[in-house]
């Protein structure tokens, strides 16, 4: 390898880190006012998704808010313990299920999301509106050609 292929290896691998960690530092600082809140964040994730959303098949809320398929009914069956959201029966398929948000569920979220909307905000503001934007763009670029890739 050439010294200019080492530079662009190392350069990568240094991006992946401060990446890495950047997310690391804003996913911490997010889940400590998530937690304050009673919730796991896994449970705000399905919340804010049934909230924001509308009522969603269990089978597909994993892969909206990236978790473990097999997580999801235990989640699910924390928020209906807490009674935040509730099971139904799909009318014309049996085998689907939805979770809805309650009543409960809606008026917490009211509550607690423009504090986290604003928390997150604040955290972000280090970046000027041009630079959010470039950020958006270069981050979706990585993320789209990663799905472009087969080993």
Known sequence: MNQENENEVK?????FIVLSRAFKALNEEINQHIQAQGLHPTEFGVLELLYHKGDQPLQKIG???????????????????????????????R?????????EGRELIDRIFPEHENRIHELMSVLSVDEKETAISLLKQIGLSIKDLSY
Request: aromatic share 6%; hydrophobic share 35%; with cysteine.
């Open 95 to 103: 085998r689907v299920t939805y979770a809805q948000i309650t009543d």
């Open 11 to 15: 350069q990568s691998l240094k991006l």
């Open 63 to 93: 892969d909206k808010i990236l978790l473990a398929s097999g997580s999801i009914t235990y989640v699910v069956d924390k928020l209906e313990k807490k009674g935040y959201l509730r099971r139904s029966a799909c009318p014309n398929d």
